[in-house]
């Protein structure tokens, strides 16, 4: 009853009572089955109000009984979440750490696209050895599962990353050959 009650009033916009009703159902909560999910939903109101350091604070809550309960799902949420808030503040350092979590407990098929963001997070923060070698890794990971436009979107970052760098050669290269490649597929985006 709880978690619906904070659902509807934060359906409604009104995220002040939808939390309001989390703490109470927390008091009143004792085993960690139940608890996660009023971490999750605690962490996604504070998120959706950009309180990031209460949605820091309850996602952490979410992560630690998500391992717990031995939830691959759940702890994969919660990290992709703190990838997120990480993101959203610019903490770049954190999402390396986030995302390197999340690589090791994703299954390989799942972890390409992990390493293509994790590449972009080391682009950004200017370590293009870095943001290629992961870059590089999607794209074999994506080959190996024989997914075609996973290759091609991460040839694409790839071209990027060598453009950031600066290396205008390979750049030019990796997006011809990633363009190419999002035709075949049929992604005009």
Known sequence: AFLCLADAYAFSGDLDSAINVLNIAQKNFTENSDLIFVYNRLSSIYHTKQDYDNTIIYLNKYLAIARQLKSKDDELNALNILIEVAEERADLDNAIIYYNEAINITDE?????????????????????????????????????????????????????????????????????????????????
Do not use: C, M, P, W
């Open 109 to 189: 098929k799942d972890s390409a696209i992990l390493h293509s963001n994790l590449g972009s997070v080391y682009r950004e923060k200017g370590d293009y050895r870095k943001a290629i070698h992961h870059v590089k890794t999607a794209i074999e990971i994506n080959r190996r599962y024989l997914d075609n436009h996973g290759v091609a979107i991460a040839t694409l970052n790839l071209g990027n990353t060598y453009r950031v760098a600066k290396d205008f050669v390979q750049a030019e290269k990796n997006i011809n050959e990633g363009l190419k490649l999002v035709l075949e597929v049929k992604d005009v985006y």
